[in-house]
């Protein structure tokens, strides 16, 4: 397996995707988190992020049109002497939607071509058939060298067995934690078997929300090392918002602990982020002990000054929409 020293005593390991012939590292830079839905970073500063990340070895990105970070990422490749492994994601299901959001990735992050394009959060075989003819365009896109690869994600066994079936999908990027939440149909460990179902069908595979959107970040070290040890997997997305959450990732993922920066991490103001796709149906608010949730016009606010960062209440949101940011 090949390695690459960071001279720290940090190491990162790089695999294949699949059957695309992208070599990816196994710490893979979700780059939702620095964007406006997240810490809302300045371009310069999120793109200093990813920079740093890219130059202490990871050399995957994975983000979406609807994360609008393709700005950070075009600023952060300035500075690069190699691309790194790209994927981006669209929620599309029309061949004109698909192929609008193809340019749009190519133009706003100034690519000649994307390494991988997916269908964002398919549930089954029943979406991937809904998304037939933006799946179709992929294909063309493929064909006329615009992307490398064509892939989905996934929030549910279901979505990761579908893929694991279809001919034109390579690559899959399911949720999986060691607690299960945000797993829409079942288990941590029956989440794991159809990815290893996926891989033996030689899909590329690697996953998100291995901290299930900060919950388990408490426990990130055990969580990370529950996600980081998954047969089949090679790679697991990360979201990082500072150079000390990327050096602290590296570090885990080497298997190593550093007291000194975990501490400083731990530090690092946070808070509880309801996303707007929440439906208003209140499972979360009796779930909260401290009274921090409650229901207006429809949606479910946090009353940051009561929250404990807890994530109790995450586990009870059947949207996932429940995050620690
Ligand atoms: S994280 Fe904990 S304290 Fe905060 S709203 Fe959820 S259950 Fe309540
Ligand atoms: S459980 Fe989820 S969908 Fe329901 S109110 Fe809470 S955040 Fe919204």
């Known amino acids: 397996m090949p390695l690459l020293g960071l001279g720290s005593g940090v190491i990162l390991q790089y695999r294949l995707l699949g059957s695309t012939g992208l070599m990816v590292s196994n710490l893979c830079f979700g780059v939702l988190t620095i964007g406006p839905l997240q810490a ?14 890219l130059g202490k070895g990871v050399n995957f990105l994975d983000t979406a049109e609807c994360y609008g970070t393709y700005q950070y990422i075009r600023k952060a490749l300035d500075s690069q002497r190699y691309k790194p492994v790209i994927v981006s994601k669209s929620y ?5 939607g ?19 394009f997916m269908l964002h959060e398919q ?6 058939e809904g998304h037939r003819e933006a799946l179709e365009f992929l294909v063309q896109a493929k064909t006329r060298g615009y992307i490398k690869a064509i892939g989905i994600s996934t929030h549910s066994i279901a979505g990761v067995m579908a893929g694991a ?5 390579e690559v899959i990027h399911p949720l999986i934690n060691c607690a299960g939440i945000g797993i829409m149909d079942g288990t941590p460990q029956s989440m794991a078997a159809a990815i290893q179902y996926a891989r033996l069908r030689e899909k590329g595979i690697y996953a998100m929300k291995a901290l299930a959107g900060g919950n388990l970040i408490g426990q990130a070290y055990e969580a990370f090392a529950y996600v980081r040890d998954i047969p089949g997997l090679a790679s697991v ?11 602290l990732n590296l570090t885990w993922f080497a298997g190593k602990r550093d007291e000194n920066l975990e501490q400083r991490v731990a530090k690092s103001p946070r808070r509880l982020l309801i996303e707007e796709w929440c439906e208003g149906c209140g499972s979360c608010v009796e779930a909260c002990r401290y009274q921090a949730l409650e229901l207006h016009n429809g949606r479910v606010i946090v009353d940051q000054s009561r929250c404990a960062l807890c994530g109790y209440c995450s586990a009870y949101c059947p949207q996932f929409c429940v995050k620690v940011v």
């Open 165 to 169: 079936d279809h001919p034109l999908v």
């Open 237 to 247: 997305a990360v979201g990082m918002q500072s150079l000390d959450e990327v050096d």
């Open 92 to 96: 599309a299901y029309t061949a004109q």
């Open 40 to 53: 809302n970073l300045s371009i310069a500063e999120g793109a200093a992020v990813v920079e740093y990340a």
């Open 123 to 128: 549930e089954s075989e029943k979406t991937l």
């Open 98 to 116: 698909m192929k609008d959001s193809v340019e749009r990735a190519l133009d706003e992050m100034e690519l000649p071509v994307i390494d991988v």
